[in-house]
């Protein structure tokens, strides 16, 4: 299971003074995903953790896991912690097909006895 180098983080975070936090530390994450550093169900640190290792704010980090959760790099859940996505595998349908997403309805029946 990988960890995050949290002391990378603080290192390259007090480089880059050009970005806001929170989106630098989702970049971070994405970064590590990229180069292997993160790998899927990996668990991350805590918000508490992560904001007195960056000596940043607790909402500067819920705010940069957000992010991280709204460009789909990870899963929090309440109480379980916050987890690095896998990639979802792209299903390719045969050409000039696509899917029927317009019925919501099963299909009826047409035996009499089922009726």
């Given amino acids: 299971m990988s960890t995050v180098d949290l002391q990378s983080w ?13 989106l630098f530390i989702a970049d971070l994450i994405s970064a590590d995903v990229k ?30 896991f957000t992010e991280a959760k709204n460009r789909g790099l990870i899963d929090s859940r309440p109480g379980a912690g916050s987890f690095i996505k ?15 997403m317009t019925m919501n309805m099963p299909i009826e029946p047409t035996s009499r006895n089922l009726l």
């Fill in 35 to 64: 180069n292997g550093k993160l790998q899927p169900r990996d668990r991350l640190p805590g918000l508490r953790e992560v904001a007195e290792a960056l000596q940043l704010n607790y909402t500067t980090i819920a705010r940069a």
């Fill in 10 to 22: 603080a290192k390259r975070l007090n480089d880059s003074n050009n970005k806001p936090a929170y």
């Fill in 86 to 100: 896998g990639n979802i595998p792209n299903i390719k349908l045969s050409e000039h097909r696509h899917p029927e």
